[in-house]
């Protein structure tokens, strides 16, 4: 497969000769296989001084490969590197380079100490500064306040980690990563899925702020799965496919499908909605009227046959704990729930199960993953009293269930009985719907379906959605990503506080539109006769 | 999320592959089997201990000693499974041989009633020690030492620092050192309850979910599985078993004094941490932990044969401890970081 250069013709702006004082890093015929299989094919990543460059791609397409290989995690097979103009040799490239030659790296798990204070971990990075026998807290005060007050962030050196928005711990892990900036020394910031975390407002927030250090002559790389950040944050992008460069686009601005067709090297249909009249029914499947609990105040919907609901609003604003108190995880202040045209109350998670619900969950590692066992295991975790008969566990049985659902649910994955943890995102969060869909649920909870998941398996996670609806499940989709929302739902509740303020019907607004939506409750002040209903 | 850069080859899988031991892979299963027939072996034919160990004798003592610790390993193996530590089922057993003697010697009650009173009361401490562990909240790692040592205080104060030697009914001494085609009947027994134990946590729901809490409790409460109902099952069962052990141990001994019952506990959770590297390595395991129990028993009366001092067993079991936990942690980090 050759790799296609797309340059934009009016934008495009050659870029600068290769070493020469434009360019703050430069990669170029980089290769490097791993026992016997090639993961980069002789790649190349130029980045223009003072400017955000996107590297983009879906799973195992070596990106991540790259920045491993530019920390000095991995060592490189073979390629040209330089950095700032200086040439290095990739044979003994270590961390220690990497840091030496003014690479500076933030990861999607910020390496932050939750429990202490900005201060120290400003200082347990570079060392507490002392006095006397003792330390210095007056002098690390007055340096760390200075570094804040810089990347714009007012806040006390003394507030603990834990309590700040998480972008703000985006922000305060940056500010560390470049604390020893000055005129002698540039650096290079790589931001390694540095939104994966946050919530699409909280995002926004943190981009503008990486925006703003660019226009003060900051280079970034940034890494990210969510393409519609990385196109309002970066100047130049760099895509990979199958260990090659399949695109490099300078002082561009793609669209996103453009985007998605040099990743996928295809025009990605899933990813749209679908324009088609959806499945909906009108029979209803599940409905609750006077939902009260938690960040909920009241509210009423139906869902019906064949039909995807979403659930949009900001943070707190009540979206997960609606899923987890249909759920039973969570049990209402008040309110009925009807389901099949029973009432539904579920004491426990169990009833719901056995009343045919589900709920995918929204923090795949801490409440969903059994990362070290196998496939299997963590297929069949939710069918145990269903798979128990005369006595026994059938491990054939489970064996072959779980090599149907891996082929049905399109997993890329070694085998049934390789482990949990082995997979990357995307196909860990098909093997979690699968373990759901194998129930055949009447009514399907996806909370924030897609997080930390590539492009190419988001769309196949469509799919798996569409067609569940398409086979009359009744599905509701709590998101934050209103892309997400836009693409899948037939109907979106926008909640604001506790309570719906909106509903929208497919296709009655874009993406801005709900966006506006969404945000335009937050400056709306509580109306004292609704809160005191 | 950070992908694994997983070699792309693997795109194309969506046929499910089988996996095929690798001769390393059998070995790193089968080392610790193979590494107690080698030490077998080694004292078998060790100039010091070559006379009397490799005797039926001797190994008839070796098994029968190692009945109650066994017992005690899988004891230990239904908390530790689903992540909590247990430290009083030492102190269980030791309770269970001091009552069912002393309800015969001091009380005169007959045997049945005596042994069913014993069982109770330590199933009963198992149900202390889940409730506080679920109900409470309470750390297990401290909530259990503090069971065990008040367990160990009243057991004291019962037998008044006396050994409790006569008026324990003989039949159940005789049943102790009965033995069955050169083996004791006590080992057979543990052997037994081995079965079951296995049986539960490969072939129930409740067995299966255990190991799903000990990898993740969030997760597996989320799956619908009653994650603090079968963490408290499983302190009651470990108390059951553990006072089973310390029947079998007035079986085979005859007498009983009140201790803390670390004697036994120490060399139980060697063998349990011993078990978590073979046959599912990184996993704790009802095969591999007879196997670590066995392994660590044949040592310490090799050592014993050879005319080592009584430290010395002492010092192996401490070591064969940190080796077990060491290398049990370095396979399931291994495990876990799916290599």
Same mark, same amino acid.
């Given at each position: ?533 | ?38 030490? &077998? ?42 992540? &909590? ?113 296995? &049986? ?10 255990? &190991? ?128």
């Amino acid at each position: 497969m050759t790799s296609t250069s797309v340059n934009p013709g009016a934008a495009g702006e050659s870029p600068a000769a290769p070493g020469g004082a434009g360019l703050a890093l430069s990669i170029r015929n980089l290769d490097k296989s791993f026992s016997g299989t090639r993961a980069l094919n002789h790649v190349s990543l130029q980045v223009r001084r003072g400017t955000v460059h996107a590297l983009l791609g879906g799973n195992g397409s070596g990106k991540s490969t790259t920045i491993k290989i530019l920390a000095g995690v991995y060592g490189a097979d073979g390629g040209e590197l330089e950095i700032f103009g200086t040439p290095f040799d990739l044979h003994g490239y270590t961390p220690a380079t990497a840091q030496q030659a003014g690479l500076r790296f933030v990861h999607q798990d910020l390496g932050l100490f939750d429990d202490l204070s900005i201060e120290e971990n400003f200082a347990l990075d570079n060392g507490y500064p002392r006095k006397g026998p003792g330390i210095d807290w007056k002098h690390l005060r007055t340096h760390v306040k200075a570094l804040l007050d810089e990347y714009e962030l007012d806040l006390d050196p003394r507030t603990p980690i834990r309590n700040l928005r998480p972008s703000d711990q985006t922000m305060v892990a940056i500010a560390r990563a470049l604390q020893d900036q000055d005129a002698s020394q540039e650096l290079l910031l790589v931001l390694d899925e540095p939104t994966a975390r946050l919530a699409a407002q909280e995002s926004e927030v943190l981009l503008e702020r990486v925006r703003r250090r660019a226009e003060l002559g900051q280079t970034v790389i940034i890494v990210s799965h969510r393409l519609r950040e990385v196109l309002a944050v970066s100047d130049d992008y760099t895509i990979y496919r199958d260990g090659r460069v399949a695109g490099e686009l300078v002082a561009a601005s793609p669209t996103e499908d453009e985007l998605i067709e040099i990743m996928a090297g295809r025009a990605v249909q899933a990813l749209r909605p679908t324009g088609e009249p959806s499945h909906a029914e009108r029979s209803p499947v599940f409905s609750v009227t006077g939902l009260r609990g938690g960040p909920v105040r009241g509210i009423d919907f139906t869902v019906h046959r064949g039909e995807i609901l979403g659930l949009a609003g900001l943070v707190g604003s009540g979206r997960s704990s609606v899923l987890k108190m249909i759920f039973g995880e969570h049990r209402p202040d008040a309110g009925t729930m009807t389901l099949e045209g029973a009432e539904y109350r579920p004491e426990a998670i169990g009833d719901a199960m056995r009343a045919g619900v589900a709920l995918v969950p929204e923090d795949r590692g801490g409440e969903a993953a059994f990362p070290d066992q196998s496939v299997t295991e963590n297929l069949a975790v939710a069918v145990y009293g269903e798979n128990f008969t005369r006595g026994v566990m059938p491990r054939g049985r489970e064996r072959t269930a779980a090599e149907t659902l891996i082929a049905d649910f399109g997993v890329k994955v070694a085998g049934p009985e390789a482990l949990f943890s082995s997979m990357s995102g995307g196909n860990q969060q098909k093997v979690v719907l699968a373990r759901w869909m194998q129930r055949n649920p009447k009514l399907l909870l996806l909370d924030e379906p897609t997080q930390g998941v590539d492009v190419m398996s988001r769309a196949d996670i469509y799919a798996i959605i569409r067609r569940a609806a398409a086979e009359g499940c009744a599905v509701i989709v709590a998101s934050s990503d209103l892309g997400e929302i836009h693409a899948l739902c037939d109907r979106t509740l926008i909640l604001s506080r506790g309570r719906i303020s909106d509903e929208v019907a497919a296709g009655d607004l874009d993406v801005d539109g709900l966006t506006s939506l969404v945000l335009r409750e937050k400056n709306v002040p509580d109306a004292p006769t609704e809160a005191q209903q | 999320m950070t992908q694994t850069s997983t070699p792309p080859a693997s795109a194309t899988v969506s046929i499910p592959v089988k996996r095929t031991p690798t001769p390393l892979r059998l070995l790193e299963n089968f080392a610790l089997p193979l590494l107690a027939i080698l030490v &077998y072996v080694f004292f078998a034919f060790f100039p010091m201990s070559s006379a009397s160990f490799p005797t039926m004798n001797n190994l008839a003592v070796i098994l029968g000693s190692q009945a109650v610790v066994a017992l005690i390993a899988i004891a230990a193996l239904f908390p530790l499974i689903c992540g &909590y530590f247990d430290f009083s089922l030492g102190a269980v057993a030791v309770m269970t041989q001091v009552m069912t003697a002393g309800l015969m010697s001091v009380l005169g009650l007959p045997l049945w009633l005596s042994i069913v009173i014993s069982l109770v009361l330590g199933t009963l401490v198992g149900v202390l020690n889940g409730f506080f562990v679920t109900k409470l909240n309470m750390s297990p790692f401290v909530t259990t030492l503090g069971m065990s040592m008040l367990l160990a205080g009243l057991m004291s104060w019962f037998t008044g620092g006396q050994t409790f030697v006569t008026g324990i009914d003989p039949a159940l001494v005789k049943f102790g050192s009965t033995r069955l085609l050169g083996i004791p009947l006590v080992f057979f027994i543990t052997l037994i309850v081995a079965a079951i134990a296995w &049986y539960f946590f490969t072939h129930t729901p409740y067995g299966r979910s255990l &190991y799903a809490i000990g990898s993740n409790a969030t997760a597996a409460k989320l799956v619908g599985l009653p994650v603090s109902k079968n963490v408290w099952w499983s302190f009651i069962i470990a108390g059951f078993i553990a006072g089973v052990a310390g029947v079998l141990q007035l079986a085979r001994v005859g007498s009983a004094t009140a201790a803390d019952g670390g004697s036994l506990l120490f060399p139980a959770l060697a063998a349990v941490f011993l078990g978590a590297t073979a046959i599912r390595p990184g996993f704790f395991n009802v095969i591999g932990t007879i196997i670590g129990a066995i392994f660590v028993a044949v040592s310490v009366s090799g050592l014993a044969l050879s005319g080592a001092s009584g430290w010395a067993s002492n010092v192996f079991n401490g070591i064969a401890l940190l080796a077990a936990v060491g290398l049990s942690t370095y396979l399931g980090r291994k495990h876990r970081a799916g290599k």
